[in-house]
């Protein structure tokens, strides 16, 4: 498997013409997240679909859909929250698949702290990491909850979402992923709770996503793309032990019980049809962004995604 960084990319030599070549630019570092596309190179099912990919772990978590939108990438790991504000800044981006098909984000607190309900939160300290949207995710929860956002004090944690709960420096962490933080917790000895967002008043919606630039963008190779990780993920949830191995064996920093326990809470969240879209699931969350004042238009599902299980 070749995995580059950004910085490398631009030394690298053009390969072989035998097969089409793509770059995919992740999201984060490599983890049980991107299980499909891993799978996918090393099963050999993208060289199948007459394509080489290469695999571009950022520098910068904020850079990929950036330089999608740019034309120096063909595929960015995304998120769909994101892709809603970026449109909204006129980006040009839409998404053309799905990687993970359910929220990851929860609210976590600690299982034997003072947090029972979310209404026990009131006076209380919420630690994150990006301000704008999960605050707008919050303050829906609080809501539900009979809670504003005047009731809780809001500390940026830069990312240290765990430690500082752990630590008791705040009494919940909004941001944190439900298959990370909690087993993270759990290998430290201490047991979180999670409140998931889809359950306390936030519409679904799909934590990751494949997102392109329509006007360069080369619907044949992204297609193809999508039909090979659409056969990982059935791989994956056919053999989960035989595609741990293959996953975990690409690197030593993956074999940890945290990327094991991980890749357990990850396998029923993969999108079984990343092509597939919901088209009510991108207007809902446009509209709960429209009513949170992060955007001012809504804007149409054509402006948002496209689906290229339809696209002759």
């Known amino acids: 498997m070749r995995i580059f960084t950004l910085a490398t990319l631009a030394m690298m030599a053009t390969p072989a013409m035998a097969q089409d070549k793509m770059t995919l630019l992740l999201d984060w570092f490599i983890n049980p997240d991107h299980g499909p596309i891993i799978v996918a190179e090393e099963l050999g099912y993208f060289a199948d679909q007459g394509l080489d990919v290469e695999i571009i772990a950022p520098a910068d978590p904020a850079d990929p859909p950036k330089l999608v939108a740019a034309g120096k990438g063909d595929l960015a790991v995304s998120y769909q929250p994101s ?137 044949d190779m992204i297609t193809r793309f999508l039909a090979a990780t659409e056969k990982a993920t059935q791989y994956i949830v056919n053999h989960p032990d035989q595609s741990w191995e293959v996953f975990s064996s690409t690197s030593k920093e993956l074999q940890d019980e945290l990327n094991a326990k991980a890749w357990v809470d990850t396998l029923p969240r993969f999108a079984l049809r990343p092509s597939a879209l919901d088209h009510g699931r991108y207007q809902r969350f446009e509209t709960f962004l429209l009513d949170a004042g992060l955007i001012t238009e809504r804007k149409s599902i054509d402006d948002l995604a496209i689906d290229l299980s339809v696209v002759k």
Request: charged share 25%; proline share 4%; net charge negative.
């Open 83 to 219: 892709l809603h504000l970026q449109v909204a800044e006129g980006l040009p981006l839409k998404r053309v698949g799905t990687l993970v098909a359910t929220p990851l984000n929860c609210l976590l607190v600690l299982k034997d702290g003072p947090i029972k309900e979310i209404s026990d939160l009131k006076g209380g300290k919420v630690g994150f990491s990006v301000s704008g949207v999960e605050e707008a995710v919050l303050g829906t929860i609080l809501k539900k909850n009979g809670l504003s956002m005047d009731d809780v004090e809001m500390v940026n944690v830069n990312w240290s979402l765990s430690p500082s709960l752990m630590s008791k420096q705040v009494d919940a962490v909004i941001g944190a992923y439900r298959n990370f933080e909690l087993n993270q917790m759990e290998i430290e000895g201490v047991e979180g709770k999670c409140f998931y967002v889809e359950e306390e008043g936030l519409p679904a919606y799909d934590e990751l996503i494949y997102v392109a630039n329509p006007d360069t963008m080369n619907a």
